[in-house]
């Protein structure tokens, strides 16, 4: 009995230490978190002293990613929004406003007073009522440090004809699905029957021609023992539509799309192409282990009809070179070029490539490729040929990177920024290419960039409590590191 009774007391004390811990990290937290929100109030106020819309000519927008490119719905413009970039010791975020004229190509900085929070990771649409509304929604904001998050829930409208911002502040936020009436300026949610995707972070929508909504794949992890957690690339796709007959009633069903699909991937990006179909571009496939992150990043092209319900790769007509792929988590230096060169790669014989695929339900799947020498003759594939064995790949155009943004005006897709992996490095990219759907012959350059001229900055434990206002204060670094608060909210 005193044996067992010492041993409960033990047991006990355990627990109450376990308990003890929980709450030191859960009261840890929330002190993070009012830290962030007490340092997004201060850009705030910051922001607030803007008082008069400035437009400004100016080059290229700087380097990031996770920001938002959305087209004019009347004009030949693409609008840029936020953002984020990390030099390898900082992390800055966003909120300014960039617009590209498509015809002059000429870059605006235009600066107009009460913008939303600096943010990244946000999602952005634009609408034709009222002469043009760009909405944003949630998104996230990040300490200096990159060891901090606070993710928003809040509603954005700019309305484009007199650029000025507009808070909604009446909905309600759930991680379920809702609509939003854009004539009335609310939230109503929707119950769908049938079984809908699982939850997930990162997933892509797209509008079918019938009004229906396409789900694709998304990111999520479980944990599968004590501190580690394992990620799921999610590649399944789900249709969200209304009962035939009702204007209430919708349901979900899961698709599964003939046609040569994407390999499983993260961080693509998605944009409406013609004819009502979806493209997808880049991403990157990453290998996940306990101690150690590598993967691939892609600069390849997929169209998703929704009519026919067919995946479809999109090949080039112009000259071909090899398919391109960036490592991540290794350093690679060819001989005689730069290491974190974006451009094509030397000649290669014809590669047969057989991958092993797993999917969600377990069934493994074998992919065999045959990649064609650059300069093999092929021609176009026509609509009935889905067999991975097709023409040449595509010819030099973006580099292989992921959260890149996308926009498609008059048919022509435009992809601006995101971010590859060198080794240890992160280049976050600011070129800007565009590509004819209509023809897909080959990519033009407008605006390109050397990512060895990009300063990376080796991160030590001195420096990591250092500099939190500067480093998420956003804007032009050049300008953060002489200028000082009241100049850094003008960025």
């Not at 004229?101 to 000429?106: E, M, P």
């Not at 309305?159 to 379920?176: F, G, M, P, R, S």
């Not at 699982?198 to 599968?224: D, E, L, N």
């Not at 900055?457 to 420096?463: A, G, I, Q, W």
């Amino acid at each position: 009995m005193g044996k067992k009774g010492k041993k409960e007391k033990k047991g006990r004390g355990a627990e109450k230490t376990a308990a003890k811990m929980e709450k030191k990290v859960s009261k840890r937290s929330r002190k993070e978190e009012e830290d962030l929100e007490a340092l997004i109030a201060h850009f705030q106020t910051l922001d607030a002293k803007r008082t008069q819309i400035v437009e400004t000519p100016c080059p290229p927008p700087s380097p990031r990613l996770n920001a938002s490119l959305s087209v004019h719905p009347e004009k030949d413009e693409l609008i840029l929004f936020g953002g984020e970039y990390f030099n390898g010791q900082k992390t800055f975020l966003y909120n300014e406003l960039y617009v590209y004229n498509i015809r002059k190509d000429a870059w605006t900085k235009v600066d107009i007073p009460s913008p939303p929070p600096r943010r990244c990771a946000h999602q952005a649409v634009v609408v034709p009522q009222g002469g043009g509304q760009l909405w944003v929604f949630g998104g996230e904001f990040a300490s200096p440090s990159g060891e901090q998050f606070y993710h928003y829930k809040d509603l954005w409208v700019l309305h484009l004809a007199t650029k000025t911002w507009e808070q909604v502040k009446d909905y309600i936020y759930y991680n379920d699905v809702y609509a939003f009436n854009l004539d009335t300026f609310t939230w109503s949610k929707l119950s769908p029957s049938g079984t809908g995707p699982t939850p997930r972070s990162g997933c892509q929508m797209s509008v079918t021609p019938q009004g229906g909504i396409v789900i694709y794949g998304g990111y999520s992890k479980q944990r599968v023992k004590k501190d580690v957690d394992k990620g799921t690339r999610h590649s399944d796709m789900f249709l969200l539509k209304l009962e035939d007959g009702r204007e209430d009633k919708w349901v979900w069903t899961r698709m599964n799309p003939s046609g040569v699909k994407p390999t499983p991937r993260s961080g693509f990006s998605v944009a409406m192409a013609p004819n009502h179909q979806t493209l997808f571009f880049g991403g990157v496939c990453d290998e996940e282990e306990e101690e150690s992150l590598a993967g691939e990043f892609f600069n390849d092209l997929y169209f998703y009809d929704a009519t026919r319900n067919r995946w479809f790769e999109g090949q080039l007509k112009g000259p071909k070179s090899e398919k391109k792929k960036r490592r991540r988590g290794r350093r690679e230096e060819p001989e005689g070029g730069s290491k974190l060169a974006c451009g094509g790669a030397g000649t290669q014989a014809p590669v047969e490539v057989v991958k092993e695929v797993v999917t969600e339900d377990g069934t493994v799947v074998t992919i065999k490729q045959v990649l064609s020498a650059p300069g093999s003759a092929g021609q176009p594939q026509s609509e009935d040929e889905d067999s991975l064995e097709e023409a040449g790949s595509p010819t030099p155009g973006p580099c292989p990177r992921s959260n890149a943004m996308l926009a498609v005006k008059h048919g022509v897709l435009y992809v601006y920024g995101g971010m590859f992996e060198a080794g240890d490095r992160q280049v976050t990219l600011s070129d800007l290419h565009c590509l004819d759907l209509h023809r897909m012959e080959a990519w033009k350059a407008l605006v390109e960039m050397d990512p060895e001229t990009q300063e990376w900055l080796e991160e030590t434990d001195s420096e990591e409590g250092s500099e939190e206002v500067e480093g998420a204060e956003g804007g032009d670094e050049d300008e953060d590191e002489d200028s000082g608060e009241e100049s850094g909210a003008e960025d």
